[in-house]
């Protein structure tokens, strides 16, 4: 990704089915947990716009973010993973100072936006999807 011109991925997103089991489980690795309720409204989702009701929980290993995602409820790339029998890691997030340049140099390697969502000018984040990969790279533009 980088001779793409791309950043390095900062963090790792496993999908769980029960946050708080995931949570007992890897405490001891990643923790300690911030926990946070995400609901998100009219999301594009496969070329349509839903509601999507998240519960993630971030921690760190060194300089890499760790990130649980349960859901609550409605479609996403999260659901989708859980309902093929999907558990642990989903996708491969990189910070981005540009999120559409970025998604542009990703769709130039194979890779279509699955997911996105923009809130305000400078908040913008979507999932990309190479063929069938299970694993999804994310793009993040927030300002730090």
Avoid at 71 to 88: C, D, I, K, T
Avoid at 110 to 127: K, L, M, N, P, Q
Wanted: charged share 25%.
């Amino acid at each position: 990704f980088q001779e793409a011109g791309l950043p390095a991925i900062d963090q790792i997103g496993f999908v769980v089915p029960d946050m708080d089991q995931a949570l007992q489980e890897y405490e001891s690795l990643f923790g300690p947990f911030e926990r946070m309720d995400s609901p998100l409204e009219q999301v594009w989702f496969r070329g349509q716009r839903c509601d999507v009701h998240l519960e993630l929980a971030f921690g760190q290993s060194g300089d890499m973010e760790i990130e649980f995602i349960a859901v609550r409820s409605g479609n996403s790339p999260h659901s989708e993973f859980l309902a093929a029998g999907g558990n642990g890691v989903q996708h491969l997030r990189m910070r981005v100072d540009n999120h559409d340049v970025a998604a542009e140099k990703l769709k130039a390697l194979g890779y279509e936006a699955v997911w996105h969502h923009r809130i305000g000018d400078d908040i913008a984040f979507s999932y990309h999807q190479r063929n069938s990969e299970t694993t999804m790279i994310e793009l993040l533009q927030m300002p730090h």
